[in-house]
């Protein structure tokens, strides 16, 4: 009789083990474009996007710490005010953020509707609603831009 034996990646099994228990207690949602894939996590406060590179080539993100967020409001979108810096005060410009293939980057929002009234701010959580967050993307071949995309992640809260 044969005796059969298996090589088991530690890391993927990680992996696989940890999916098995977030999926028990949130729902995970993976989008999958061209490039890239993205994954909605919600927790109670924010909700994660993890952005990973599917494609062969890398992916430039040129802007993810500025969020371009809308909220569906009697079948239109309305666009989500919000600004990640202090009131009255210019935001620094955005740095790029560069992904190889199969790398991933993790970004955070609130539920958070910010807007800038000279220095206050006027904040508001939003509870509940089908929402949707803009991710602009480059696709890089050689050190050139072989193709800009802009794609939609839908979620609800």
């Known amino acids: 009789m044969r005796k059969l034996t298996f090589k088991l990646d530690m890391g993927m099994m990680r992996f696989v083990v940890c999916s098995i228990l977030m999926a028990g207690c949130t729902t ?5 474009f061209g490039d890239i894939s993205v994954s909605t996590l919600p927790e109670d ?4 996007f993890k952005i990973q590179n599917i494609s062969e080539n890398e992916v430039v ?6 969020f371009y967020l809308e909220m569906l409001n009697s079948e239109e979108w309305k666009r989500i ?16 953020r560069k992904l190889k293939p199969n ?11 910010r807007k800038c009234k000279g220095r206050e701010a006027i904040e508001e959580t939003l509870t509940k609603g089908q929402f949707r967050l803009r991710v602009n993307y480059q696709v890089r071949e050689e050190n050139k831009i072989s193709k ?6 839908e979620f609800k809260r």
Do not use: D, H, M
């Open 61 to 66: 993100f040129p802007s993810l710490s500025n």
């Open 45 to 48: 406060e924010r909700i994660a």
């Open 28 to 32: 995970l949602k993976i989008q999958s």
């Open 148 to 153: 800009s995309e802009k794609i939609w992640v």
């Open 103 to 113: 790398e991933q980057t993790t970004i955070y929002w609130n539920y958070l509707s």
């Open 81 to 96: 005010p919000y600004t990640p810096c202090p009131c009255g005060v210019p935001c620094a410009r955005p740095i790029p």
